[in-house]
């Protein structure tokens, strides 16, 4: 008898689509054309089964990294498995459904890249692709992540401090706070390119901090996840992590790091300004205007089924910032 | 121009009108609870239910133009399951909401259909729907006599609440609630005169 041990990196017979059905998706999208094209552009399916996804294959190649793990950031929580973190992502560059960037940044080109720390600085920094992953010792952190939208996911960031950064960037005392820029690149980002596409906004993404904020230890930049490095969708090569924050503010693919003695004006801000905050510190007891923070859905495994509610908490449970609030109205400073 | 529309020609319609609206249902439910739906089946479900609904409500409301123009009065004998497909989707759109996005937290329910301006507009346009579902058997139509049609009125406030629902409910990208709005106004635009009647003969009353 011939018993069949299936490696477990091997695909299963019944995962695979069959060709034909493959070939026929365009008749099978237009027979449940009925439901309208609307529906099926916002439909999840183009997730499942890519029906709706552009023809080539071409997945951005990620790389190892080598790292350390401090116990200090380790958790029990369940983390988000990789596929839901690279496939569900507010990233407007590359469309405003959180299944456009996974779809449309495959191709999105990393290297060459430059990131430059200036502005009121003794010495500005200038780091190159290779100087991401090499100038500093990576760690990696499990953080949790909330998003405004009221979901949250547990993800295990690699990367170094903010802090370690910007400190060898020597901020002169005249510097009070942090402005950060994604890259401009309208070829490579659909959303910028067309308004219709980028949800509205005004390119690039900006985002900023008060310097006390960014040089707390919390503040990360994360150049991978999971390992490997950053995939686009994510906001390589290297993107900013805040896990008291709502995730907007964990601005994605820098190029800029901009010491500075103003508040510097931030996207969402700027966009609806009774909506969205300069802090953004997560907090339950400040609802959006549309919604309540109270709690959140944690995405990590299970179907619709799971009962995914928790409680939100203050700083997304990191107490150690409570300090930098100390006597500010957060409702007022929301 | 003129359509001839055979008894047979309607029922093969029916039938492409329950299968499109059931089996997508089906399909992406199934899909959401075996955890294939994406990293939030909350989210696309939600999205899913509400834009099909808004759908089918615009495609019943074009049943009438469209047999005005070809001339054929059979085809308004799709408009109520039409109808009733699209009531289906809000309501499981609602459902949706109460089991999956709040899970069951019914004070906070409350809350947020008095607090939040979106979602209020949504649950009247759901309410609207609700009772001309109720009232759409032929036995209601008689009984209602002429007040029935007056009720069913309430379908075109019902579609501008659900297009402001929409449009409330986004962030910051509003191409598609402006393409379902245009949309709105051309199908309200064929009923202008009706319309103009129905405010017409509220001020004379």
Known sequence: MLIKTPKKSEIKESLVTDESVYND????????????????????????????GSDDDDVFETAPLQYSQADKYKTEETLTPEKKIISHNNFYEFGTSKSDPVENAQEFKVNPWTLSIEGLVENPI??????????????????????????????????????????????????????????????????QRNRFVGGGINYPYKEGLRLDEALHPLAFLSVGLYGKTLPPQNGAPIRLVVPWKYGFKSIKSIVKIRLTDKKPPVTWNILAPNEYGFYANVNPAVSHPRWSQARERRLTTGGLLTRNRIETQLFNGYDEVADLYAGMDLRKNF | MRLRLLPKHIFGLKLVIHLSALLPLVFTFYQAISDQLGADPVEDLLH??????????????????????????????????????????????????????LQLEWQLLISEIIKRPYITVGFVALLILSVMAITSTKKSQI???????????????????????????????????????????????????????????????
């Not at chain 1, 802090?163 to 401009?184: C, D, G, M, Q, R």
């Open chain 2, 143 to 205: 009984k209602l006599g002429r007040k029935w049609q007056s009720l069913h009125n309430l379908v075109y406030l019902s579609a501008i609440l659900i297009a402001l629902h929409y449009i409330w409910s986004v962030k910051s990208d509003m191409v598609q609630p402006i393409i379902y709005w245009i949309a709105l106004f051309i199908l309200l635009y064929f009923r202008l005169n009706k319309i103009k009647s129905i405010f017409i003969k509220k001020r004379l009353a």
């Open chain 1, 25 to 52: 998706r365009r008749r099978i999208l237009k027979s449940l054309g009925f439901i309208g094209a609307a529906a099926l552009a916002t439909s999840p399916s183009s997730q499942a089964f890519n029906l709706f």
């Open chain 1, 126 to 191: 200038t780091l190159g692709y290779e100087d991401l992953t090499k100038a500093f010792a990576l760690e990696e952190r499990i953080y949790r992540l909330r998003c405004v939208e009221a979901w949250s996911m547990v993800i295990p960031w690699i990367g170094f401090s903010l802090a370690s950064v910007i400190k060898k960037a020597n901020p002169l005392s005249k510097a009070k706070y942090v402005a950060f820029e994604t890259v401009y690149d309208p070829k490579q980002m659909p959303g």
């Open chain 2, 48 to 101: 899913f239910t509400g834009i099909s609904a808004f759908n089918l409500l615009l495609i019943s409301l074009m049943v009438s133009p469209l047999a005005k123009t070809f001339k054929t009065a059979a085809l308004i004998r799709v408009r109520r399951v039409l109808g009733l497909y699209a009531f289906a989707y809000a309501l499981i759109h609602f459902l949706v909401y109460i089991f999956f996005e």
